[in-house]
């Protein structure tokens, strides 16, 4: 009898060792890893993250492929995910509105980022710039600011779209500094540069990955850089912290997060190739051509980031009062 039970205790040990999280983690990845976008083909987007991915292929010996789910404010790309196993096969790579902006500012917004997925790092920053056309009569800040406010009509400023981070940064302006400025939403940077550009539009804040190359080419000028510190790539352009405007800085990120209750193991499987690609020298120094700027994290504080910044934005999204169906 002894017998026989020590028996079917080895018998379960062994049937269930492929569940406990270090095991599984031990085989993981067992097949392609699919990095979920949420933003068309061809972007500065999707070059990170398929850089990112070659990468992470070498690393865990498995096919990393992307997958763009363009659309819904990233509710398309996030629903793929979200119908998939929780085993870390399949990630999603997404921005901020996607994980602090969007479930507050669509009346209608099917995943919860907080509670539906698990923070694995953020990836990558590029700091927002205030532009205005190489011919504006604007020089600087200071004039910016006056102008707005002499002016009987104001100012206008551009974005990226309705409750977009360059929208919520001319809001957060207006309101630190008493200007009159009217929002102008635009689907995309593209058309939105090209009015401000051409004066139509009177200034907008953008990524530098988007903006350096128009900058350098004299195609507009920079007035601030909306981040805590300097932008290696505009070194000479001050923040606006230093031109006595505090509080309006902010980033454009990345982040990867899996479908919740993926095994820790996991989580921290995917973690470790994540960081060992963002700490690679030549994918740092290709993003920095891009404009753009590694940011490294554990799962812990991802999450936390995340957290901290669901709430700095969802107050100014409800006081500007914009919404989306």
């Known amino acids: ?8 205790q080895s018998t379960l040990a062994v049937g269930t060792a492929g569940l406990l999280p270090g095991s599984y983690a031990q085989s993981f990845p067992n097949r392609a890893i699919t990095l979920v976008v949420p933003f068309a083909a061809g972007g500065i987007s999707d070059v990170m993250a398929r850089t990112i991915g070659q990468h992470m292929s070498v690393q865990l010996g498995k096919p990393v492929v992307v997958d763009n789910k363009p659309g819904g404010g990233g509710q398309i790309a996030a629903s793929v995910v979200l119908q998939q196993p929780a085993d870390g096969h399949s990630v999603y790579v997404a921005g901020t509105a996607m994980f602090a902006i969007n479930q507050n500012l669509f009346r209608k917004f099917n995943y919860n ?8 790092t953020a990836l990558v ?41 360059g929208h919520l940064l001319g809001e957060l302006l207006r309101s630190k500094t008493g200007g009159n400025m009217s929002h ?36 507009l000028r920079p007035l601030a850089i909306a981040s805590d510190r300097r932008a290696k790539q505009l070194a000479g352009v001050p923040t606006l912290a230093e031109l006595g405007v505090d509080g309006v800085d902010a980033g454009v990120w990345f982040g990867a997060a899996v479908r919740s209750k993926t095994p820790a193991s996991v989580v921290q499987v ?22 753009m700027q590694v940011k490294p994290q554990t799962p812990e504080q991802f999450a936390q980031f995340i957290h901290s910044e669901v709430n700095r934005w969802a107050p100014l999204i409800k006081t500007s009062g914009a919404s989306i169906e």
Do not use: C, H
């Open 1 to 8: 009898m002894l017998q026989r039970r020590t028996f079917l």
């Open 113 to 120: 980022p907080v509670q539906d997925f698990d923070a694995v």
């Open 125 to 165: 920053t590029s700091p927002l710039v205030l532009v205005v056309a190489q011919d504006s009569p604007v020089k600087n800040l200071d004039e910016l600011i006056a102008l707005s406010r002499s002016r009987k009509e104001g100012l206008t400023f551009a974005s990226q779209g309705l409750g977009s981070i």
């Open 184 to 219: 102008i939403a635009y689907k995309g940077s593209v058309p939105a540069l090209q009015d401000v550009m051409t004066n139509r539009v009177d200034f907008m804040f953008d990524p530098i990955s988007s903006t350096e190359a128009l900058i350098n080419g004299r195609k």
């Open 270 to 291: 995917l973690n470790k190739a994540l960081v060992a690609a963002l700490n690679d020298k030549e994918i740092q120094k290709k993003f920095e051509v891009m404009g």
